[in-house]
Nanobody
Framework: VQLQASGGGWAQPGGSLRLSCAAS????????VGWYREAPGKKREGLTCFSPTDDKTFSLEHAKGRFLISRDTAKNTVFLQMDNLQPNDSAVYYCAARPRMCNYYYLYSKHMDYWGRGTQVTVSS
């Protein structure tokens, strides 16, 4: 299983970025994928995940309203649209996957089975 995150880079405050997570060795039909981030000096934190078993999206408070997860099952790729970015959104962003389902527990605990290498997002003026 491989998860390849891409799309990071630099954005101005108020700007947007769209991250991609290309999955191989698993299918999105039966694996949940979530997005996490780790800022310098801080613990890795969960953002949002999509659970195919429930057909539901789970998002933590700091991700609601600005971060949107979506997926293209034909391309086996999950996206994270990030809008109104702020400097405190600067972090390395990771995608992670596990079989069947995700929920708030997996966002808080980070107990996901597969992790990709992260992609750096820097927000500054």
């Amino acid at each position: 299983v491989q998860l390849q995150a891409s799309g990071g880079g630099w954005a101005q405050p108020g700007g947007s970025l769209r991250l991609s997570c290309a999955a191989s060795g698993l299918t999105l039909d039966d694996h949940a994928v979530g997005w996490y981030r780790e800022a310098p000096g801080k613990k890795r934190e969960g953002l949002t995940c999509f659970s195919p078993t429930d057909d539901k999206t789970f998002s933590l408070e700091h991700a609601k309203g600005r971060f949107l997860i979506s997926r293209d099952t034909a391309k086996n790729t999950v996206f994270l649209q990030m809008d109104n970015l702020q400097p405190n959104d600067s972090a390395v962003y990771y995608c992670a996957a596990r079989p069947r389902m995700c929920n708030y527990y997996y966002l808080y605990s980070k107990h996901m089975d597969y992790w990709g290498r992260g992609t750096q997002v820097t927000v500054s003026s």
